[in-house]
């Protein structure tokens, strides 16, 4: 296997710590996305395109210990306003917009999560066939039961994720180097 290509695009109102680990084809913040908001990446994160590359939209939130992996040779989409909290292992090959992925919780490759969708504090989400999870799903609890949520509070949710977003785009900067998309 030829060695993998480091390439970064990172948008300019993007803001990725210089101790996150980067590896293959990757775009940051995508200037296609509506949003204007910056995609932030927290120091100790690790996203690796090993066989595609990797498209994270705008306002994402990616904790210290994510780890996002694209294994298939079609590219990975990632939709807007997602949060990927402490320690949560993501191989999906499509993610929607506003789609919370909590602390140790892991999604294997087979999977495609649309929109509005809540993976629960260490959650295994391992279907042993291509899914696509409806939006509005809620996986929870040990057994990773599934559950439809109504939708009810989604707007102050969006709105305490954008105060949490403004907090880090503050904060981070004063105390951590940044990078910029030139591959460095």
Known sequence: MPPIRDKFTIHSKAVVCQDVELKGDITIGAAD??????????????????????????????EEGA??????????RIGDDNLFEIGC??????????????ARARIHHTVRISSYCVIGAACLVVPAEDEILDEY???????????TW???????????????????????????RLRRGDGT
């Open 33 to 62: 996305s509506g949003s204007s908001e910056g995609t932030i990446v927290h120091p100790k994160a690790t996203i690796f395109a090993i066989a595609g590359p990797i498209v994270i939209g705008a306002g994402c939130i990616i």
């Open 150 to 176: 109504s939708g009810r509070g989604k707007v102050q949710e969006a709105d305490l994720r954008r105060k949490h977003a403004d907090y880090l785009k503050e904060m981070l900067p004063k105390f951590n």
């Open 89 to 102: 292992r993501v191989e999906s090959p499509s993610i929607g917009n506003f789609n919370t992925i909590s």
């Open 137 to 147: 799903t809620v996986i929870y609890g040990p057994a990773a039961e599934r559950r």
């Open 67 to 76: 780890i996002i992996v694209n294994r298939r040779k079609e590219v990975m």
